[in-house]
């Protein structure tokens, strides 16, 4: 009886209480370490570039080569969890970041640590894919707004407090240890997750399709790098093309997706409208985020005057407020509370943060900054919970690896947004008013994310 309860699992009954604690914690683990890593390195690129004699937009791929891998990669790796195991595409995630880390924090050579970044993305990738997938088996379903709450808060608490900590590593130690502190992390969450994640899991009988994972790498590899090139102002000729490329490989993508039962691109989860709308709402709001999280540095150093490390000491309180308001989002979530209502007031708190912190001036208290950022974590961390457990909970089954591959897809793909959008207003707008401006924009997209999740209400009717 023991055996079967600590290794086994059903759709509807959940882990036992200590072994969903312990693949929970695992999974919260391996997640932080993973997401983290997208933005943790920012701090530290003028010193990558001192030290590797490298240009700055050289420089810059040590970034972008990780964040490039996870893209074109993350849709597979969750196809692969359906048919193959989300436990077993999980661990192997794991284990091989912590080597890339290793290799990372060891590196000699610029080309070294690229490549060992460009192999930490792809492990990230397998990491994130699935990770949401595996929350159907570990709680019950009554519980499983408390699952998305705690997978809500721990994703954005690390994708907003990558400053943070790097600026804290910074304060007492080199570069390496950015990558060396994953380590430990990393090995933590592999005992764990080989401990208590379930291995009996719901399969997708399909085979992996790699003609779609090839095309797949092309069309987002292609999107991601071409609206860095716009942003970068990139020969319009060269735009063009790959934009033609694009939309070539995209259409046979797409018509190759309809025929297969089981899609890489699960185009037939996005015919419901509760989902698309869900998916859509997502990318805004990580394109609010990532306006607000890239642009605000600039404000708080150049014209407030503050160090690296006071920086992302002020910046501390959004992830702190997301903290208090996930678990308490996936409760309103048990208690049936209706996810596009959660959703839209989450936006409208997260749009007045936004909208507040445009109207702030060189000669504005700290605290005034506080109390804005809070304002801005609170309705990030009320929508984020009810948004992803509509997603995940919206679809079969055995299409949990799909569902939750397109959630991490819905992420990076605003996250890229927002990095352009700041980028571009930063080109044409003045010095003094570019944070501003990307603020007001930030809070028009969590507008627009509000309104969108409020028509999931009329969607939740209808399916009913």
Known sequence: MIKQATSGVN???G?????????IVGISFALTMAVLDVNIVNVVLPTL??????SPSITTWIINGYQLAIVISLLSFASLGDIFGYRRIFLSGIGLFCITSLICALSDSFWTLLVARIFQGFSASAITSVNTAQLRSIYPRAQIGRGMGINAMVIAIAAAAGPSVASGILSIASWNWLFAINIPLGIIALILGAKYLPRKEKRSPGKFDRISALANAIVFGLLIFTLDGFA?????????????????????????????PSPLLPVDLMKSPIFSL???TSIFSFTAQMLAMVSLPF?????LGHSEVMTGLLLTPWPIATLISAPIAGFLVERHVNAGILGSIGMLIFAAGLFSLSTLTSASADSTIIWRLAVCGIGFGLFQTPNNSTIISSAPTNRSGGASGMLGMARLLGQTFGTTAVAL????????????????????FAVAAAIISGLRMAGAKTQH
């Open 232 to 260: 970068h102002h990139q020969r319009w000729e060269q735009l063009a093309l790959q934009g033609v490329i694009i939309v070539v490989v995209g259409i046979y993508y797409i018509r190759r997706q309809l025929g297969e």
């Open 299 to 303: 404000f708080l150093q150049r014209t």
């Open 278 to 280: 869900s998916i859509i």
């Open 15 to 23: 882990l036992p209480v200590r072994q969903r604690i312990g693949a």
């Open 11 to 13: 759709d509807t009954d």
């Open 49 to 54: 570039s001192s030290d590797f004699g490298t």
């Open 425 to 444: 207003l930063f080109s044409f707008v003045a010095q003094g008013k570019s944070t501003a401006s990307c603020l007001l924009v930030g809070g028009a």
